[in-house]
């Protein structure tokens, strides 16, 4: 297996709610599989609203329920990320849009090569494209949340731990 770390940024609107869980399950699965040093994650947002603030409460609180600890502070894309990160994931196809048209403005493209993604298309049990914004709702959404987020970063990981063994 290669020694080289990919890095991972997971990416919703305002990097509060739904890409800290991304990012602290997608750390935490690495973890357990005895593959922490292959990956690297980071969080941020589409956009600025929440910038310096921790998660949400409830994205903290449904974390910790499940033993994982969320860190980090909330902060926005920006045009450097497509050069730092291998994959950049997007939690719904909004996200996806807008992370798409800021890789085509960014002036540092040429020769970038992230690789920007959906993150349900790694949900094995997935019935819709996007990870819901659960920030208007109650608790229940954040676990529902968790849930899709476990078996999406599980496939995730399942994928580029393949490309690991090429
Ligand atoms: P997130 O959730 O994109 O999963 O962090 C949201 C957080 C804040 C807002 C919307 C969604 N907001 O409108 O402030």
Known sequence: MSSATT???FVCLGN???SPLGEGIFAALAKERGLADHFHADSAGTAAYHTGEPPDSRSIAVA???GVRLTGYARQVTPRDFEHFDVIVAM???NLRSLKRLHQRSRR???TPADIVLMRDYDPGAHDADVPDPYYGG???FERVYRILERACGGLL???SDTLRD
């Open 16 to 18: 509060i709610c739904r």
């Open 139 to 141: 608790q229940d959404g």
């Open 158 to 160: 399942d994928e580029l």
């Open 92 to 94: 719904d196809r909004s």
């Open 109 to 111: 493209r040429a020769g």
């Open 64 to 66: 910790a329920a499940h």
């Open 7 to 9: 890095s991972v940024l």
